[in-house]
């Protein structure tokens, strides 16, 4: 039986890319001329709107990565089928990386300190006691390290799948040799990715917008949206390419195994999202409630609960079945809402922060959005254009073939 190894970009595929990442463009230039150039609370909403937008997607794509060395570091084999699905995707980090560093120094160094109240701290206390972390020499150095090690690592992960794409197959000390080494870059990912992603880089980049609240759960919060986020983003593509004829190795099983990441991760983000809650509730502490107060009882209250009913119950209920899980119309489905979910969480996370009083969410957000989708869509297809599907000499390839769940 032969199989179809390497992906065409449809025409409609890449009109499709190309037709987002314009709308994205203008949308950028639009919004700039509308709120960049208006007072700091039209300005804080023009970048608020790039920084969420940014910064949510970029920690998407970089969750492909983070799967990939975490089924590495278990021995995983399930994932082979699909295996070059997340690595496309993962490539997506470099432009989104790129953007997504020089929005975030563009706030720094402009000292857009309506945004980042800690560049101006004056005699604020509390911001003078954090002024170790927060500030400005701090925040660019981890900022540069933190997205070029994921850049760097992720693409030496992908160099070490090529190695064998164009040989024969390994001899078991080969392949025990290869193994090892794949074993090593991955833990240093994820070191790098518990350095960063899981602690430091969430505190910098989102919760110091409110620099005199802190929540020491707020990056595991962080992770776990954009985590899940990702697992659904993986299922798109591979749904999308089982139905252009490709991959044809990935069956009902593992499609109920990436439903299986989608459900239980929704009700991780949960655990995190009500402990979060209810701890600073139960608490009662002013300089804690005061993240929450017109999140719950102010303007964003509507956005706040609609996050839970899409992120947790809708989930729960669809996705707890097992036919759910192999059902590619409520797969897609249900991925686009975790998607659109979590993005939204975003929104209300940054947003929220910097416009306290009334909610401005319009076209100008779904634009922007737009135009990051659309980069993910012609960065991912790209990537997939240039290597196998199958990664057939991989020692683990065999175990993905008879995968049963």
């Given at each position: 039986?032969?199989?179809?190894?390497?992906f065409?970009?449809?025409?409609k595929?890449?009109?499709?890319?190309?037709?987002?990442?314009?709308?994205?463009?203008?949308?950028?230039?639009?919004?700039?001329?509308?709120?960049?150039?208006?007072?700091?609370?039209?300005?804080?909403r023009?970048?608020?709107?790039?920084?969420?937008?940014?910064?949510?997607?970029?920690?998407?794509?970089?969750?492909?990565?983070?799967?990939?060395?975490?089924?590495?570091?278990?021995?995983?084999?399930?994932?082979?089928?699909?295996?070059?699905?997340?690595?496309?995707?993962?490539?997506?980090?470099?432009?989104?990386?790129?953007?997504?560093?020089?929005?975030?120094?563009?706030?720094?160094?402009?000292?857009?300190?309506?945004?980042?109240?800690?560049?101006t701290?004056?005699?604020?206390?509390?911001?003078?006691?954090?002024?170790?972390?927060?500030?400005?020499?701090?925040?660019?150095?981890?900022?540069?390290?933190?997205?070029?090690?994921?850049?760097?690592?992720?693409?030496?992960?992908?160099?070490?799948?090529?190695?064998?794409?164009?040989?024969?197959?390994l001899?078991?000390?080969?392949?025990?040799?290869?193994?090892?080494?794949?074993?090593?870059?991955?833990?240093?990912?994820?070191?790098?990715?518990?350095?960063?992603?899981?602690?430091?880089?969430?505190?910098?980049?989102?919760?110091?917008?409110?620099?005199?609240?802190?929540?020491?759960?707020?990056?595991?919060?962080?992770?776990?949206s954009?985590?899940?986020?990702?697992?659904?983003?993986?299922?798109?593509?591979?749904i999308?390419?089982?139905?252009?004829?490709?991959?044809?190795?990935?069956?009902?099983?593992?499609?109920?195994?990436?439903?299986?990441?989608?459900?239980a991760?929704?009700?991780?983000?949960?655990?995190?999202?009500?402990?979060?809650?209810?701890?600073?509730?139960?608490?009662?502490?002013?300089?804690?409630?005061?993240?929450?107060?017109?999140?719950?009882?102010?303007?964003?209250?509507?956005?706040?609960f609609?996050?839970?009913?899409?992120?947790?119950?809708?989930?729960?209920?669809?996705l707890?079945?097992?036919?759910s899980?192999?059902?590619?119309?409520?797969?897609?489905?249900?991925?686009?809402?975790?998607?659109?979910?979590?993005?939204?969480?975003f929104?209300?996370?940054?947003i929220?922060?910097?416009?306290?009083?009334?909610?401005?969410?319009?076209?100008?957000?779904?634009?922007?959005?737009?135009?990051?989708?659309?980069?993910?869509?012609?960065?991912?297809?790209?990537a997939?254009?240039?290597?196998?599907?199958?990664?057939?000499?991989?020692?683990?390839?065999?175990?993905?073939?008879?995968?049963?769940?």
């Amino acid at each position: 039986m032969s199989f179809r190894e390497q992906f065409e970009i449809p025409a409609k595929y890449k009109m499709w890319s190309m037709i987002l990442m314009a709308i994205g463009i203008v949308s950028v230039l639009v919004g700039y001329f509308m709120y960049g150039t208006g007072d700091e609370h039209q300005n804080s909403r023009f970048w608020g709107t790039l920084l969420y937008n940014s910064v949510f997607f970029m920690l998407v794509v970089n969750a492909s990565m983070f799967f990939i060395c975490a089924t590495t570091m278990a021995m995983g084999g399930f994932q082979m089928a699909f295996r070059r699905v997340t690595e496309a995707i993962s490539t997506a980090v470099v432009p989104l990386g790129i953007i997504s560093g020089v929005i975030l120094l563009t706030l720094v160094l402009g000292h857009k300190h309506h945004i980042y109240h800690w560049l101006t701290p004056g005699n604020d206390k509390i911001l003078l006691g954090k002024s170790g972390f927060l500030n400005a020499n701090f925040f660019i150095i981890w900022t540069i390290l933190s997205i070029g090690g994921w850049i760097f690592l992720g693409a030496k992960m992908r160099a070490i799948s090529k190695e064998i794409d164009n040989r024969e197959a390994l001899s078991v000390e080969e392949g025990k040799a290869y193994i090892f080494k794949n074993t090593i870059w991955a833990s240093l990912f994820l070191v790098w990715f518990g350095l960063t992603v899981m602690s430091t880089v969430p505190w910098l980049w989102l919760m110091s917008l409110d620099a005199h609240w802190y929540s020491t759960m707020y990056s595991w919060y962080t992770f776990a949206s954009t985590f899940v986020a990702g697992m659904s983003l993986i299922t798109l593509f591979v749904i999308y390419l089982k139905n252009q004829g490709y991959l044809e190795l990935v069956n009902h099983e593992h499609l109920h195994d990436l439903g299986k990441f989608m459900f239980a991760f929704s009700v991780f983000w949960t655990y995190l999202w009500f402990s979060q809650y209810m701890l600073i509730w139960y608490a009662n502490i002013p300089e804690e409630t005061v993240y929450f107060k017109h999140r719950v009882q102010g303007p964003y209250r509507g956005i706040f609960f609609l996050n839970l009913i899409v992120n947790f119950i809708a989930p729960l209920l669809i996705l707890m079945r097992r036919s759910s899980k192999r059902n590619y119309t409520l797969l897609v489905f249900m991925a686009a809402l975790i998607i659109c979910g979590h993005w939204l969480d975003f929104y209300q996370m940054v947003i929220a922060t910097l416009s306290k009083e009334h909610v401005e969410l319009n076209f100008f957000d779904f634009g922007v959005a737009a135009g990051f989708v659309g980069l993910i869509m012609w960065s991912t297809g790209n990537a997939l254009t240039k290597r196998s599907l199958i990664a057939k000499n991989h020692p683990f390839f065999k175990e993905s073939i008879i995968h049963h769940t």
